[in-house]
């Protein structure tokens, strides 16, 4: 496809998903909600159906590494629990219409700050069909159009599940207002990052490739989900099984996530803690790349190089480093993190609240797994990805965050004269 056939194709889509966005964003939440409803019956009703495409998809897939073969695959509980997020989402309040503030001046006039749809929005994404769904039902209850682009190692599962998506628009009697990109050509995801004026905003949620190239070209606001790179420290007063049961969970519950530990930070108070955390990881099949001191309490670590400090292995490897206290760990996240998510595992409040007001990233959590990084564990139903930046949205972005507002005033005839 040449660039000026994908920005004439680009065009079309956009033009077409917006008028249906103003039809959304002027209806009803029991509409909306109706629509997702009935959008989560079709995906159980036609189970055998995504599962036979999702399987044809992973048959031709491949050079996916382990990451990316696990986010591709669905099973009968992952297609249930993509049901059951859609209709968790359509049971959240609208997020439509909410009265952000309201003031009056002395002149009389009346100021509502109200919030609206942000318009039409491109997600760009790779290999995880899972978020056709919920970026959808995410733009969809929030009365945003969305264009979706999945990676071509999904497309038939995309497919699958976008068929529900519109058959449920159409049963509530609303457009197609959540348009998939039927072309895996490369020039479109150029043509979609210049279309300014077309489309309103692009989340990426991929790999660190993708988002630096959405980042670089980009002429439509981006709000970026970057690597996951999180921390579990471990403070001198962490209660040893709590520890334990923590950082197994943060690293080995699934490892493929952007919410998986990569680091873990040890005080050098608790050698004997050291010991067992490392011990257990390495017991489950976990690598432990170690610096000096941690290499020093089982040889069965193996040395750390500077590239691990910021490594995301997205696998059953973690590094691992000895710190002094909660400056030398703070130090530490600040230099390396990703501004994800960080953790610190302690029985002491005080270090507690030290280490959350320290550490300047979208999600940090106290004696809690890191993998709690999730927009449907933050009750948010599901999440268009975890946004690290600072603008305008930071961790899970859920209905609330793909809003913004505009302002109504209201006069009785005022001028200023």
Known sequence: MTEAH???AVRGWAESVRTAQ???AASSADQRRAALRAAADLVRG???TVLAANAADRAAASGLSSALADRLALTPARLEAIAAGLETVAALPDPLGRVLKRWERPNGLCFERVAVPIGVIAIIYESRPNVTAEAAALCLMSGNGCILRGGSEAARSNAALIACIEAGLAAAGLPTAALLVPSQDRAIVGSLLGAAGLIDLVI??????????????ARVPVLSHLNGINHVYVHKAADADIAERVMLDAKLRRTAVCGAAETLLIDAARPDLAR?????????????RGDAAVAALDARVRPASEADWGAEYLDAII??????GIDEAVAHVARHGSGHTDAIVTGDAAAAERFLGSVDSAIVLWNASTQFADGGEFGFG??????????????PVGLEELTTYKTLVRGTGQVRG
């Not at 990426?204 to 070209?217: D, Q």
């Not at 067992?276 to 432990?288: D, H, K, S, T, Y």
């Not at 590094?319 to 002094?324: M, N, T």
């Open 6 to 8: 994908a920005r004439e």
């Open 22 to 24: 103003r039809v959304l």
């Open 46 to 48: 036609r189970a055998d």
């Open 204 to 217: 990426p949620r991929g790999g660190k490739s993708l988002v630096a190239r959405v980042e670089a070209e």
């Open 276 to 288: 067992r955390l490392v011990a257990a990881l390495i017991e489950r099949g976990c690598e432990v």
């Open 319 to 324: 590094a691992a480093r000895i710190v002094g």
């Open 382 to 395: 599901a999440e268009v990805g975890i946004a690290t930046g600072r603008l305008h949205a930071r961790g």
